[in-house]
């Protein structure tokens, strides 16, 4: 199967990786394709821009490159271990990806049943790839640069280019075992994956990129996947009920505790309002 969208690419848009305005709990009411009132709208320069404008307003308390090597705690609070130094507070929120918060020496020991949960939902395999252009050649054509496939290396593409067009950009995912075949190996290889790719849909023009990334998700030691965590057979019914459980003075928060839309975006940020919440309640009972 392939296709290429030449329909109006805002409403084909509405399938892949938009962000909807919504308030309070009204957002999976309008994520439910009710097209007619979810205002739909492209964050501008990617999601990473609205981490660098939200880490502006705490960039006193941000510390980069000082990796987590150990917490402690005991009945007066906890104590964090880093390369760049120790840490005392009262209580802690971990907010790493799942399975490597268990690459943290905790004391005493996490849970058995924590322990299981880490070991048993691992993340997911994709790798993230951006192909450049002098320019969105297939505007011009009427295409909007959606593509979709069955076959590897990725299930589809689509136009990420700057609005006045002064450089075209296509970005694809590739997924699963097609992730599972590529990841480790020299970009320049993936790059020519994906180069072919893109010729196959959108012909010789799409043949000179002048510039390719991409982040090979499972081979970055401080992810070891993308998109998210995902529990294996029985898992649910077993210990996932420990996945927002707090231990002691440490709570757990990240898109893959979060109760709704779990492993998106909007899914970290109700994590993070809980683990907010549980915290603030402990501190005002004490």
């Known amino acids: 199967m392939r296709t290429v969208f030449t329909t109006d690419p805002f409403r084909m848009s509405f399938l892949f990786f938009l962000f909807y ?3 309070g709990d009204n957002f999976e009411t309008l994520i439910g394709l009710d097209e007619k009132s979810a205002q739909a709208f492209r964050v501008k320069e ?28 005991d ?26 918060s268990a690459r943290i020496n905790y004391s005493p020991w996490l ?26 050649f297939w505007r011009g054509r009427g295409l909007n640069g959606i593509t979709w496939s069955d076959g590897p290396p990725t299930a589809g593409v689509f136009d990420i280019s700057p609005d006045d067009g ?25 790059k020519k994956v994906m180069t072919d790719y893109m010729v196959s849909f959108f012909g010789p023009d799409a043949a000179n990129p002048i510039d390719y990334e991409d982040q090979d998700w ?5 992810s070891r996947g993308c998109y998210g965590a995902s529990m294996g057979p029985g898992v ?3 210990v996932a009920k420990t996945i927002r459980e707090p231990f002691g003075r440490i709570h757990w928060a990240g898109s893959e505790t979060s109760s709704r839309w779990m492993g998106y975006i909007d899914g970290a940020m109700r994590s993070g309002e809980r683990c907010a919440d549980e915290v603030r309640a402990r ?4």
Not at 218 to 222: F, K, L, Y
């Open 21 to 23: 305005l919504y308030s």
């Open 46 to 73: 990617t999601m990473h821009q609205v981490a660098v404008r939200l880490s502006k307003e705490v960039e006193q308390a941000l510390l980069l490159e000082a990796p987590v090597s150990g917490i402690s705690q």
């Open 75 to 100: 009945e007066t609070g906890v104590t964090v271990k880093s390369t760049k130094g120790d840490w005392q507070a009262k209580y802690a929120i971990v907010a790493v990806l799942l399975p490597l």
């Open 111 to 136: 849970p058995p049943t924590r322990d299981i949960l880490t070991q048993d939902m691992p993340m997911g395999s994709l790798i993230k790839c951006l192909v450049a252009y002098d320019k969105p």
């Open 166 to 190: 002064r450089i075209g950009i296509l970005a694809g995912f590739i997924e699963a075992h097609n992730a599972i075949h590529l990841t480790g190996h020299p970009m320049a290889e993936r």
């Open 218 to 222: 499972p081979a970055d030691p401080w």
């Open 236 to 238: 649910m019914t077993t």
């Open 283 to 286: 501190l005002q009972r004490s």
